[in-house]
């Protein structure tokens, strides 16, 4: 599950909780599959101006997050981080939402629980 720290309302999708850098390489990520540091910095270098030390730190923090995993690959010139996404976009964005709703409810408690079944409980039909 995400875990969700901050919201912000200005921003729609996945940028409400993540950076747009973070935004761009998982959006990559998810279309590849896997990939080195390397290899999506040379595909997000073709957007935006964009440093491979910046994508390591992005994907240090998304693996941070559990939002990916990593494995060590051996190679020419010594070891290199392989970045998988720990799952699919539909999941990560049903795991924020199911965070968030989480904090309400236990922030709010029962005000929060009576507010979602008033608002939901007539669209099942």
């Not at 997000?44 to 730190?57: D, F, W």
């Not at 199911?98 to 039909?125: Q, S, T």
Request: proline share 2%; charged share 30%; aromatic share 8%.
């Amino acid at each position: 599950m995400v875990k969700v720290n901050r919201l912000r309302f200005d921003r729609k999708g996945m940028q409400s909780i993540l950076s747009p850098l973070e935004t761009d390489t998982l959006r990559l990520l998810w279309k590849l599959e896997q990939s080195r540091v390397s290899d999506l910095h040379r595909l997000l270098k073709r957007n935006r101006k964009v440093a491979l030390t910046s994508v390591a730190v992005i994907l240090d923090r998304l693996h941070q997050k559990g939002v990916v995993s990593r494995t060590i690959e051996k190679g020419r010139g010594g070891g290199h981080y392989i970045y998988c996404p720990k799952t699919t976009k539909e999941k990560f964005e049903e795991s924020v939402i199911e965070n968030a709703v989480d904090k309400l409810i236990n922030n709010f408690g029962h005000v929060a629980a009576n507010y979602f079944y008033k608002r939901f409980a007539g669209r099942r039909k």
